[in-house]
T-cell receptor, first 113, second 113 residues
């Protein structure tokens, strides 16, 4: 019940295209869903996060879509650029409890120039 | 702020040796986390502290692993004795409060030969 399943494991997208990464969770008590971006040789960095009281959150070219009934959320990267090439992790946690954040396994995204 | 600072960046050691990884969290952050990242297992939480107190060490793989946080600005992760299967990238992260985003350090790449 604590798992966060992320897909695909790797993704290749043409420059200018839309990159889509999907995550699914089981624990309905989760109420905080962040996405992290990791470049080679660096630690993960918080990219964008959503709470389940909204179905979508947009920051620039990055959008999280959230489907509470399906227990799924996804990251969309519009107009993908080579600089977006990185590993992306979805995660889930309960904000007001001392429960550890659960990370997905990661998606290696490569944007072709 | 310089962010979360980890040292060393790279460590190569022989099997059986003691290894100490160091972390300086962001000033004012109450939570400190130690993660291990491998291709096979992704990001694994080893242990986390709240206000210098260890809260959950259930992710520590064996008694060979130990972590301390003697004060708010310093933490260590020690492996004694080290084994080749401990080879991984070890990340330290800190957060201002529970449920807020994590700030990761750049990691320590450990190779045990």
């Amino acid at each position: 019940q604590q798992q966060v399943k992320q897909s695909p494991q790797s993704l290749i997208v043409q420059k200018g295209g839309i990159s889509i990464i999907n995550c699914a969770y089981e624990n309905t008590a989760f109420d905080y869903f962040p996405w992290y971006q990791q470049f080679p040789g660096k630690g993960p960095a918080l990219l964008i996060a959503i709470r389940p009281d909204v179905s979508e959150k947009k920051e620039g070219r990055f959008t999280i879509s959230f489907n509470k009934s399906a227990k799924q959320f996804s990251l969309h990267i519009m107009d993908s650029q080579p600089g977006d090439s990185a590993t992306y992790f979805c995660a889930a946690s309960r904000m007001n409890r001392d429960d550890k954040i659960i990370f997905g396994k990661g998606t290696r995204l490569h944007i072709l120039p | 702020d310089a962010g979360v600072i980890q040292s060393p960046r790279h460590e190569v050691t022989e099997m059986g040796q003691e290894v100490t990884l160091r972390c300086k969290p962001i000033s004012g952050h109450d939570y400190l986390f130690w993660y291990r990242q491998t291709m096979m297992r992704g990001l694994e939480l080893l242990i986390y502290f709240n206000n210098n107190v260890p809260i959950d060490d259930s992710g520590m793989p064996e008694d060979r692993f130990s972590a301390k946080m003697p004060n708010a600005s310093f933490s260590t992760l020690k492996i004694q004795p080290s084994e080749p299967r401990d080879s991984a990238v070890y990340f330290c992260a800190s957060s201002l409060a529970w449920g807020s985003g994590y700030t990761f350090g750049s990691g320590t790449r450990l190779t045990v030969v």
